[in-house]
Every structure is written in structure tokens, then in C-alpha cells.
């Protein structure tokens, strides 16, 4: 199976989640501040929708595999996990220095989205 590892690390990061959905939902539900709380809520947010969009780069690799899809992908991942990371981190642990990462989550993310922009750019029309 092409790309096994993406497919693999995508289906996990869908049910992390739905476990961190949940979790503040109900574990963290009059735990947190509110500011933690929607900090922590905005994290599950952006994972899900990059989750979401790795699928369907997979999806459209399976049929047309072009140059720069695994470099999104892999940005968006990297994304996730430092901007989602840290702002779970610092709602469950309270150490709002932690959201000086989130940012730089964020350019990694946008970056993804340019280089899937570039990647669509650059073939051919017919792809």
C-alpha cells in the first residue's frame, strides 16, 4: 500500500481527535479557564481540519501522485503537532509560555497549504 506510514499516522491523529474532543468536553469541562478552555478547544479544531485534509491528499495521491503532496503533508503534520501540541499543553498544564510554539505551528501549516498550491501549480493540467 502506498503511503502506509501517512495513512497510519492520519487514522491516529482522527482519533486523537475524537479522544481530545471528548476529553474536554467532559474530563476538562469547568477544569480549565476559559481561555485554556477555547485554547485547547481550538487545538482539537485544527487538527481535525488538517487531519481532514491529509485525507484527502492521500486519497488524491492514490490517483495522481504528484511532486510537493508529501511535502504539505508533511508540513501539516509538523504543524499539528506544534500547534495543537502546545496549546494542549499549555491548557493542561497551565504554563502559558508554551503558546510562544503555537505560532510556529502555524507557519508550518500555512506552509503546507502553499506547497500543495505549488504542487498544483506545477503539474500538469491534465493531473
Avoid: K, N
Wanted: hydrophobic residues 60%; glycine residues 12%; aromatic residues 8%.
Amino acid at each position: 500500500m502506498q503511503d502506509r506510514r501517512w495513512w497510519l499516522g492520519t487514522a491516529l491523529s482522527g482519533a486523537l481527535v475524537v479522544v481530545a474532543g471528548a476529553f474536554a468536553a467532559h474530563a476538562l469541562e469547568g477544569q480549565l479557564t476559559p481561555r485554556l478552555a477555547a485554547a485547547f478547544e481550538t487545538g482539537v479544531r485544527y487538527q481535525a481540519w488538517h487531519t481532514l485534509a491529509l485525507l484527502a491528499v492521500l486519497a488524491w495521491r492514490g490517483s495522481v501522485c504528484l511532486p510537493g503532496q508529501r511535502l504539505a503533508m508533511g508540513l501539516w503534520a509538523a504543524g499539528v503537532a506544534l500547534f495543537s501540541g502546545s496549546l494542549y499543553a499549555m491548557a493542561l498544564s497551565g504554563m502559558t509560555r508554551l503558546g510562544m510554539i503555537t505560532p510556529l505551528g502555524g507557519v508550518l501549516m500555512i506552509g503546507g497549504w502553499l506547497a500543495l498550491a505549488a504542487a498544483l501549480l506545477r503539474a500538469p493540467s491534465r493531473a
